[in-house]
């Protein structure tokens, strides 16, 4: 199992500018979440999903689309990149362990800068 | 609504010495806890996990941390520290059945 990837690893955008960066797990997880990680802000969530079709709103969604069209993919669009969603962003999934509970598995993260 | 906090941003601990990284958490149900690592320029790593049963729990790394229901904490041990611990620790509290609430943070610095 590749687990959950990312790409790209790092993008620089000019602000106004159009992005989406991919997020795709490989391991039959129903849930999947978008995080920001900002300096001395520890993660915030984005967006998330429960299954396929169903996307949900988190701490810090303005700026941000989301979709899931099918398990495995889960992708973060920008429509109008700002300075203040430079930022590293994580991707994780989680499948129920049959007790309610959920330990996710993060991806490797995408560098953004807007300039 | 819940929250986490890790009342510490920076600690420095000599190498060989104990280590134990605080975190309290606001939480209305049982709660799910997690502790993670980041090395810098790196993805997060899972130390442990509470979920349910002994309060005592064992970790990667040598590492382990406690809950303790009536502090709302779930602190985060170490007997002695090797300079490859130094990171970024963040605790966090499973909220719902798909995300995560996670604290600022503590930076782990270890001097030789």
């Known amino acids: 199992n590749a687990g959950v990837t990312q790409t790209p690893k790092f993008q620089v955008l000019k602000t106004g500018q159009s992005m989406t960066l991919q997020c795709a797990q490989d391991m039959n997880h129903e849930y999947m979440s978008w995080y920001r990680q900002d300096p001395g802000m520890g993660l915030r969530l984005i967006h998330y999903s429960v299954g396929a079709g169903i996307t949900d709103q988190g701490e810090v969604p303005n700026g941000y689309n989301v979709s899931r069209s099918t398990t495995e993919d889960f992708p973060l669009r920008l429509l109008s990149a700002a300075p203040s969603q430079t930022s590293v962003y994580f991707c994780?999934?989680?499948?129920?362990?049959?007790?309610?509970?959920?330990?996710?598995?993060f991806g490797p993260g995408t560098r953004l800068t807007v300039t | 609504a819940q929250s986490v906090t890790q009342p510490d941003i920076h600690i420095t601990v000599s190498e060989g010495a104990s280590l134990e990284l605080r975190c309290n958490y606001s939480y209305g149900a049982t709660p799910y806890l997690f502790w993670y690592v980041q090395s810098p320029g790196q993805g997060l790593q899972l130390l442990l996990k509470?979920?349910?049963?002994?309060?005592l729990v064992q970790g990667i790394k040598g590492f382990e941390a406690e809950f303790k229901r009536s502090q709302s904490s779930f602190n985060l041990r170490k007997p002695s520290v090797h300079w490859s611990d130094a990171a970024e620790y963040f605790c966090?509290?499973?909220?719902?059945?798909?995300?995560?609430?996670f604290g600022k943070g503590t930076m782990l610095l270890v001097s030789p």
């Open positions: 509470y979920f349910s049963g002994d309060t």
């Open positions: 966090a509290v499973g909220s719902g059945y798909s995300t995560l609430t």
């Open positions: 994780a999934s989680s499948k129920s362990t049959g007790t309610g509970t959920h330990e996710q598995y």
